[in-house]
T-cell receptor
Framework: EDKVVQSPLSLVVHEGDTVTLNCSYE??????LLWYKQEKKAPTFLFML??SGIEKKSGRLSSILDKKELFSILNITATQTGDSAIYLC????????????WGLGTSLAVNP | NAGVTQTPKFQVLKTGQSMTLQCAQD?????MSWYRQDPGMGLRLIHY???????DQGEVPNGYNVSRSTTEDFPLRLLSAAPSQTSVYFC?????????????FGDGTRLSIL
């Protein structure tokens, strides 16, 4: 059965720390992996990764995919309280291209 | 652009009542979907649509109906509400039926069934 596992489930850090969130997957016919940030309301799109080893970067956030070891990491440097959110990982299965397989998310709390 | 708009934001129902959660998008997206989000369960797909007039079931379709008469609107109907349907519901859309694109989410409807 296809699955996406995120770790850790929750994390508490201080402002300025660097954090690494993990997403591993077992999916047949992998197509892409997506990261979303969910604050109080809707998940908002961060990155989509399709190729191994190519880093996607947006400000203090970056992400990379390893298709051999079947995982992705999301890095946040110099964390701020505004980074507090749930970070969701989802994988597209090309064999079932009408749905995403979602992880349970990592809840990140950044304390001042 | 408003993006994906969901109404209502909050709703309390009694067991057995019916209601419709509204979802509209103004991006001319082909693909629309409904999820429910529950603690410890993540996002689960209820129903989806790849275009006007076409709908299909997701992982947890029982107790819900959908229709897609226009590209813009994708309402979700609870036929006879049950406490197990207490959840946060998200509507999402993406440009085409091709899955390799990010989805855009509405702000959610928090539904409580007493």
């Amino acid at each position: 059965e296809d699955k996406v596992v995120q770790s850790p489930l929750s994390l508490v850090v201080h402002e300025g720390d660097t954090v690494t969130l993990n997403c591993s997957y077992e999916v047949t016919n992998f197509r892409s992996l997506l990261w979303y940030k969910q604050e109080k309301k809707a998940p908002t799109f961060l990155f989509m990764l399709t190729s191994s080893g190519i880093e996607k970067k947006s400000g203090r956030l970056s992400s990379i995919l390893d298709k051999k070891e079947l995982f992705s990491i999301l890095n946040i440097t110099a964390t701020q309280t505004g980074d507090s959110a749930i970070y969701l990982c989802a994988v597209n299965n090309a064999g079932n291209n009408r749905k995403l397989i979602w992880g349970l998310g990592t809840s990140l709390a950044v304390n001042p | 652009n408003a993006g994906v708009t969901q109404t209502p934001k909050f709703q309390v129902l009694k067991t057995g009542q019916s209601m419709t959660l509204q979802c509209a998008q103004d991006m001319n997206h082909e693909y629309m979907s409904w999820y429910r989000q529950d603690p410890g369960m993540g996002l689960r797909l209820i129903h989806y649509s790849v275009g006007a007039g076409i709908t299909d079931q997701g992982e947890v379709p029982n107790g819900y109906n959908v229709s897609r008469s226009t590209t813009e609107d994708f309402p979700l109907r609870l036929l006879s509400a049950a406490p197990s349907q207490t959840s946060v519901y998200f509507c999402a859309s993406r440009a085409t039926r091709v899955s390799n694109q990010p989805q855009h989410f509405g702000d959610g409807t928090r539904l409580s069934i007493l």
